[in-house]
């Protein structure tokens, strides 16, 4: 609970400076009601990250370009974003689907077009997902045999999130789990803007053999707030053909697989 707490502290941090790009101290008591010592260690953690430069008295933010990875934003507002590179993503995938076999997809937008994806190209496949709207995409699909998690359900993610269902993944043998992601990047590895974001991802990772990030490239290279797992966890990433060699290469280095299309 106490890292949820700090987390919400930061994404109200960053909404306070989105005017003009400042906030004060005095003003960060005021409105979170907690003490000046947890002010000072909560801005000198975001300034380890990289979010903000401490000035007297306040912060000033310094990536403001990158706050759409760092603030919160709903399903229905991330659906429309970036669609052609999530629909490339998404095709590419299911190059690496087999019939038959039993794979498991997260909540995210680009799991969204992998749904439909497989929906169009599969006979026989075996779909979990922890998603509503994917539920209701696979449902009824003539050889889609379709799984759902269950759990709390949160309606701005369109989806069951909660630990509830630990004991049910321990019984399953994923193929491939097709992971989405707010960022990532050598350094950070996988990243998220929400806690409770990560939990059902963690069950499900801990199920499959195989762990493929689907992100198209304006996630490369990039840290969200909340870190899920280092890089190497991850078996392959497929991204978009608009990702650059300059994205890739850090990724290769590392000896992390990544796919693109070609144009």
Avoid at 90 to 111: C, N, R
Avoid at 179 to 206: A, P
């Amino acid at each position: 609970m106490i890292k949820i707490l700090v987390e919400q502290r930061y994404l109200k941090i960053l909404n306070l400076m989105q005017g003009d790009g400042t906030v004060k101290v005095s003003t960060l008591k005021k409105v979170l009601n907690v003490s000046s010592e947890t002010i000072r260690r909560d801005l000198e953690n975001m300034e380890s990250r990289g979010l903000l430069k401490r000035t007297y008295g306040g912060a000033l933010l310094i990536k403001e370009d990158n706050l759409d990875n760092l603030l919160y934003t709903s399903f229905n507002q991330r659906e429309s974003k970036n669609i052609e590179s999530k629909i490339e993503v998404a095709e590419l995938a299911t190059q690496f689907i087999e019939e038959g076999q039993l794979v498991a997809l997260d909540s995210g937008t680009t799991s969204l077009e992998l749904a439909r994806a497989i929906k169009r190209k599969f006979k026989l496949l075996t779909v979990i997902t922890n998603s509503l709207i994917i539920a209701n995409e696979l449902a009824g699909v003539n050889g889609i045999t379709l799984v759902l998690t269950g759990g709390v359900y949160k309606d701005d993610e369109a989806a069951f999130i909660s630990d509830i269902s630990a004991s049910f993944f321990s019984k399953l043998s994923i193929q491939t789990f097709f992971l989405t992601t707010c960022g990532i990047s050598v350094e950070k590895g996988v990243t998220y803007q929400r806690m409770d974001e990560i939990s059902i991802q963690e069950k499900m990772m801990e199920a499959s053999d195989k762990i493929f990030v689907i992100a198209d490239n304006s996630k490369l290279g990039v840290n969200s707030l909340v870190k899920m797992c280092d890089v190497n966890r991850v078996s392959m990433i497929i991204t978009d053909s608009y990702a650059t060699d300059e994205q890739i290469k850090p990724f290769k280095d590392k000896g992390i697989k990544i796919v693109k299309p070609t144009k």
